[in-house]
Nanobody
Framework: QVTLVESGGGLVQAGGSLRLSCVASRRTWSSYGMGWFRQAPGKERDFVAAIPWSGGRTDYADSVKGRFIISRDNNKNTVYLQMNSLKPEDTAVYYC????????????????WGQGTQVTVSS
């Protein structure tokens, strides 16, 4: 299993930006890619963005398209989530996860999860 550690969360005003980072302890042959999910209080965990390790297209939830950008640094086993034009409804705990299958938009293919980082957007 891969250990994942997120960082970069915090409190920001609406319209601001944050960049989340997720460092994986190692790459595994079975890891197809990485994803970000988020969970707001009282709600289910939702898909945000995903990126394959080997190239190919990225995927985004409709609610963040045009505002969030997922990227990776294979040499550092790190995935980033640049979040721009933040809205109060983006407030949630953000989790990164490592996928062992596809499609990367489905939570069920992710077998390793980080501990989460809180993002709070004030209005």
């Amino acid at each position: 299993q891969v250990t994942l550690v997120e960082s970069g969360g915090g409190l920001v005003q609406a319209g601001g930006s944050l960049r989340l980072s997720c460092v994986a302890s190692r790459r595994t042959w079975s890891s197809y890619g990485m994803g970000w999910f988020r969970q707001a209080p009282g709600k289910e965990r939702d898909f945000v963005a995903a990126i394959p390790w080997s190239g190919g297209r990225t995927d985004y939830a409709d609610s963040v398209k045009g505002r969030f950008i997922i990227s990776r640094d294979n040499n550092k086993n790190t995935v980033y989530l640049q979040m721009n034009s933040l809205k109060p409804e983006d407030t949630a705990v953000y989790y990164c996860a490592a996928a062992e299958g596809t499609p990367l938009t489905v939570a069920g293919v992710y077998k390793s999860w980080g501990q989460g980082t809180q993002v709070t957007v004030s209005s």
